[in-house]
């Protein structure tokens, strides 16, 4: 740059999305002189009307439709969705507006012929939000600005308040004749600066909130902590500078401490959550080898165009869906399914982009970048999947605001009350009632007692990453299982050997681990780990068949291990799957070429915590199935194992998620445990899913909860302990409504002072708090060595 002011409006372009906006550019800007600020925010928005801008966070429908993913700030609960539901539904042209709660993140249809997207975001803006296309690296540059906002608001409210509580102390021990006019009027000056940050700074978001609900005459809470905040602090200014009546600052600074650490436990959460889909788009790889005229050129994935011809090195991360015009190889699409086995893929094959090239260099042909490719449409899916809302969170959408404009009533028919009778005492009155009625233990009731929960199943190695995971597990009926990685170690092991011919079973284990030596093939690991490093023979010209075995050369001898057809067809004695010892595990042959030598069995064998954690699922009453789409033999045997009775196997992805939809229909409480987003319509849909530790980041990214440890015990404790929570919960609700029953009238009737209100919140808070420590205290399940 050529100055630090250009670079510094080159930052504010870049940090503000929009780095295309000169690429797109048909004219000369208008000077920002001549523009109104309505004009220039449209200016600004009019470029996502741009196709080439567009490309990356907008998809077409079958119906010529435009679908979009935003990230919305200014969210604060669930009034918020509400408003902008309803707001953005009313717009002529928008077909559907859905908002997340959780992430913070919109999804909208529209038709394109009736409204433009621009229009969309200047309508959000209008009333008090702002939008942006949803891009992983973008929302987590937000969300850790958000996270410093919140801490900077949270460290200075605890800070000032710990210190006007210190001089509250000696203001109410020290009351009446024993404490001097001028030292009293000292910490009532120095309580007054301690309280102003607070005030002015850390309950900033409050004020700001409610002057939005006035603006769009929806209420939520923020309006009467907004007034209860500001009232207690302009009548403690009045009461300092005035020398008369009492002063609340205390009440005031901790009243907006325990409210901010609400609201930020509540963000720690959403930011959470908020990375599931984060980690899907973030499997595509920076840069491609794009094939040209002139040679092979590297480039940003982002930049490819349909058609664009690109070249996949084995070990690279394929970057675009395509189909491959030359060569052939396996491909890894684990992280897609959770299926440990590569795929072999041909000439005129489908691949994903996400997944990884593992053994032969591929020649690829583009067909979808950007919005259409099948990882955003699986990233729509699970948008989709989590705006789905629950009864219990529409329940509170609708009651929100009935609850805000009944506090609000009560206040002012009190206040009304008052004023005729006793003028003098009706604003402090008004006041206890405000403070009274802020439900902060009946917001705290539910959350301590799950942050509770939820940090006690961490450090016994059960990671929750959604609020709802307690609750559906406390009422869960059904608990379906895949089997691969899950009631399974998911590695293949060689259970089984058999000889055909004068060598040792040692002897072939050998010679089948020296010609798998070099191969990172999962079948090939499973000879790494039984065979020590010296017992490795040389093998010379090796060579690979994709999807069938491999050859090679020991001791002048040629040998050939994999598919029986593939190594018996050079031996003169063809052989094939149906001609294995039996059906219990998968079957390997090796030959020479002469004869057969020996057959290697291998299986995925059973977890050792897995017959014991079934044993007690069924002790609890849940109906435990297992859901696979292996068809093989393995999956009985399995079964059989664990004494699971109810088996669904060889199902593709559409019948388990009609199966999955099914059990719910019927009234099923479900919890699906899986070792990846094997399906990600079944994992997305069911109600709750829980990923094991050793699953792909993908899967522990997206899944409700994720088993850290190994130990399969731990499912069963969090069972339990989410039902305790459960009644944790309904205790402390109980107990909050029976203080606001109990605190309102008395504060209506004048007997409670506004600093005895701010008091009694702050104690039920804490019973509330305490009653949910209790949850802290767990006993370690049984282990099976």
Not at 425 to 433: D, G, Q
Request: aromatic content about 6%.
């Amino acid at each position: 740059m050529c100055c630090p002011g250009c670079q510094a409006v080159a930052q504010v372009i870049a940090d503000g999305g929009l780095e295309n906006y000169y690429k797109h550019r048909t004219s000369e800007a208008a000077s920002p002189d001549a523009l109104s600020a309505t004009e220039q925010l449209r200016a600004e928005y009019a470029l996502y009307d741009h196709q080439s801008v567009q490309q990356h966070f907008v998809a077409e429908q079958a119906d010529g439709s435009k679908q979009a993913t935003l990230v919305i700030e200014g969210i604060t609960c669930a009034a918020c969705v509400w408003l902008l539901e309803h707001h953005l539904s009313s717009l002529k042209g928008v077909i559907q507006a859905n908002v997340n709660l959780t992430n913070h993140r919109a999804r909208i249809q529209w038709d394109e012929q009736h409204i433009k997207l621009s229009d969309i975001f200047i309508a959000m803006h209008n009333i008090g939000y702002q939008g942006h296309p949803y891009h992983p690296d973008k929302e987590e540059q937000l969300l850790e600005q958000e996270t410093k906002r919140a801490m900077r608001r949270l460290g200075i409210a605890g800070v000032f308040t710990m210190q006007i509580m210190m001089l509250a102390v000696a203001l109410y021990t020290g009351a009446g004749d024993s404490l001097d006019a001028n030292y009293e009027h000292f910490i009532r000056w120095a309580s007054l600066v301690l309280a102003t940050p607070v005030v002015v700074y850390a309950s900033k978001p409050f004020f700001q909130a409610a002057l939005r609900d006035l603006r769009t005459r929806h209420l939520t809470m923020d309006v009467p902590v907004s007034i209860a905040i500001g009232g207690a602090y302009l009548a403690s200014i009045w009461a300092t500078l005035t020398a008369s009546g009492e002063v609340y600052y205390d009440s005031v600074s901790m009243f907006t401490f325990f409210l901010l650490i609400g609201r930020f436990l509540e963000m720690k959460a959403r930011h959470r959550t908020g990375k599931a889909g984060n980690a899907l788009l973030n499997l595509l790889p920076a840069s491609a080898l794009l094939c040209t005229d002139e040679g092979e050129t590297i480039v940003a994935a982002n930049e490819l165009q349909q058609g664009d011809q690109i070249l996949v090195k084995p070990g690279h991360t394929i970057p675009a869906d395509a189909v491959i015009i030359q060569g052939s190889s396996s491909i890894d699409e684990s992280a897609l399914t959770g299926e440990y086995l590569p795929l072999t893929k041909r000439e005129g094959d489908n691949v994903v982009g996400g997944t990884i090239n593992v053994e032969n260099p591929i020649r690829l042909e583009v067909t979808q970048v950007g919005a259409s490719s099948q990882l955003s449409a699986i990233v729509r899916l699970l948008e989709r999947a989590h705006d789905e809302k629950p009864k219990v969170a529409r329940l509170a959408d609708k009651v929100s605001g009935y609850f805000v404009i009944a506090v609000l009533i009560i206040a002012a028919s009190v206040g009304l009350f008052w004023w005729q009778t006793e003028p003098e005492n009706a604003f402090w009155i008004t006041l206890s009632v405000l403070v009274v009625t802020c439900p902060c233990a009946l917001s705290l009731a539910t959350p301590t007692a799950l942050t509770a929960a939820t940090g006690t199943l961490r450090q016994h190695g059960l990671l929750i990453t959604r609020g709802h995971v307690l609750e559906s597990l406390a009422k869960a009926t059904h608990i379906v299982f895949d089997k691969t990685g899950t009631l399974t170690e998911g590695n293949l092991s060689l259970q089984e050997s058999k000889t055909l011919s004068h060598l040792s079973a040692q002897q072939c284990i050998e010679i089948a681990a020296s010609l798998e030596a070099h191969s990172e093939h999962p079948i090939a690991r499973a000879f790494h780990k039984i065979t020590a490093p010296r017992s490795i023979l040389a093998a010379q010209q090796l060579t690979n068949h994709v999807g069938l075995g491999l050859e090679g050369i020991i001791d002048g001898q040629r040998f050939f291990i994999g598919k029986p057809q593939f190594a018996s067809q050079h031996c003169g004695q063809h052989l094939d799957f149906s001609d294995a010892p039996d059906n219990r595990c998968q079957w390997l042959l090796l030959a020479d070429e002469t004869q057969p030598l020996a057959w290697f069995g291998l299986t995925d064998p059973a977890r050792k915590q897995a017959a014991q954690m079934i044993g007690q699922l069924n002790q609890m009453g849940l109906e435990v199935q297992m859901l696979t789409g292996d068809s093989s033999a393995a999956v009985g045997h399995i079964a059989q194992q664990l004494q699971i009775d109810s088996v669904i196997s060889g199902v593709s992805p559409a019948e388990k998620l009609q199966h999955i939809q099914q059990l719910q229909a019927n009234g099923a409480q479900l919890l699906m445990v899986g070792d990846g987003i094997n399906d990600i319509p079944v994992l997305a849909g069911a109600q709750t899913s829980i990923a094991m530790g050793s699953a792909t980041d993908l899967a522990k990214t997206n899944a409700d909860a994720v088993l850290i440890s190994a130990e399969l015990m731990r499912l069963p404790q969090a069972l339990k302990l989410a039902k305790r929570t459960r009644a944790n919960i309904r205790q402390n609700l109980s107990w909050a409504l029976f203080y606001n029953l109990i605190a309102l009238p008395l504060a209506a009737a004048g007997m409670i002072a506004p600093w005895m209100a701010a008091i009694g919140m702050s104690v039920s808070s804490l019973v509330v708090v305490g009653n949910a420590l209790r949850l802290t205290k767990l006993g370690r399940p049984d282990r099976v060595e």
